[in-house]
């Protein structure tokens, strides 16, 4: 699993999410997916792998 960074594009909130998938081949470095603060689905920016 990996550890990737990404981005709220509607309220800008951050969070990581781990997934097996590599995120850095998605078109537009953009993923669509589930905001707990939206409480809906956005559009979320990869920011990159999140090292720790
Ligand atoms: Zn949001």
Sequence with gaps: ???WRVRCTECGL???LETGM???TL???RIYMY???CR???FHEILGRSED
């Design 1 to 3: 699993m990996t550890k």
């Design 35 to 37: 905001c707990p603060r």
């Design 22 to 24: 590599d995120l850095s």
């Design 27 to 29: 078109k537009g470095n």
């Design 40 to 42: 809906r689905n956005t």
């Design 14 to 16: 951050e969070r990581d």
